[in-house]
């Protein structure tokens, strides 16, 4: 078995700062995804990565930076943060050979 | 683009009674995607419930099933006893392939509150 862990669990920010968020997974999985999750709006892909080094852009990812130095992490960056963006951020790894996406708990962002 | 449509809002059934939550999909991407229900059960992260990559296959896990539906273009969860540990958020999912570039479209969500 495995595990995805994101930090913080919680992040309180105020607007216009960069914000950074980072997930880690010990499943030794090739693929990595961020999503936001907005109240009622489902999931929606921001980043994802297919290997270590590679970045590329989901449907949200205007507002992000992405980075996968290693293959157990990955970071989001929120460059500017806005009141409209608080929402959930979730990660997720997949191996190659599988369909399934495996998820972390979430970090929670609140804007001031 | 890719899209799923999925029962909206929150949901209530009494606890032993059938539960049908639908979805339905469309696809620019690929002609027969990978279908998925993911779900939240309150206080953890998401996880998968059950999948299907083959059109006109059936899916089943803990009770639930559905039904890949390629004439429709549906897979919608049912089941015909509902328990109160069933409540939770369930995600209907689309999947654009199995390769390294596989991405997950999700529908809104549907909250599933079961009473007693």
């Known amino acids: 078995g495995g595990i995805i862990t994101q930090t913080p669990k919680f992040l309180i920010g105020q607007e216009g700062q960069k914000l950074t968020l980072k997930c880690q997974q010990n499943?030794?999985?090739?693929?990595m995804y961020w999503y936001r999750q907005d109240s009622g709006k489902g999931l929606r892909l921001i980043y994802y990565s297919i290997t270590e080094n590679d970045l590329q852009k989901g449907d949200l990812s205007e507002g992000y930076d992405a980075s996968r130095e290693k293959k157990s992490s990955f970071s989001l960056t929120v460059t500017s943060a806005q009141k409209n963006e608080m929402a959930v951020f979730l990660c997720?790894?997949?191996?190659?050979?599988?369909?399934?996406?495996?998820f972390g708990p979430g970090t929670r962002l609140t804007v001031l | 683009g890719d899209s799923v449509t999925q029962t909206e809002g929150q949901v209530t059934v009494s606890e032993s009674k059938s539960l049908i939550i639908n979805c339905t999909y469309s696809?620019?991407?690929?002609?027969?995607?990978?279908l998925f229900w993911y779900v939240r059960y309150p206080g953890e992260g998401l996880q998968l419930l059950l999948k299907v990559i083959t059109a006109g296959q059936k899916g089943s896990s803990r009770g639930f099933e559905a039904t890949y539906n390629k004439e429709t273009t549906s897979f919608h969860l049912q089941k015909a006893s509902v328990q109160e540990s069933d409540s939770a958020v369930y995600y209907c999912a689309l999947g654009n392939s199995g390769g390294s570039n596989a991405k997950l479209t999700f529908g809104k969500g549907t909250k599933l509150s079961v009473k007693s």
């Open positions: 997720a790894s997949r191996r190659d050979s599988s369909y399934e996406q495996y």
């Open positions: 696809t620019t991407s690929i002609a027969y995607p990978n």
């Open positions: 499943f030794n999985h090739d693929t």
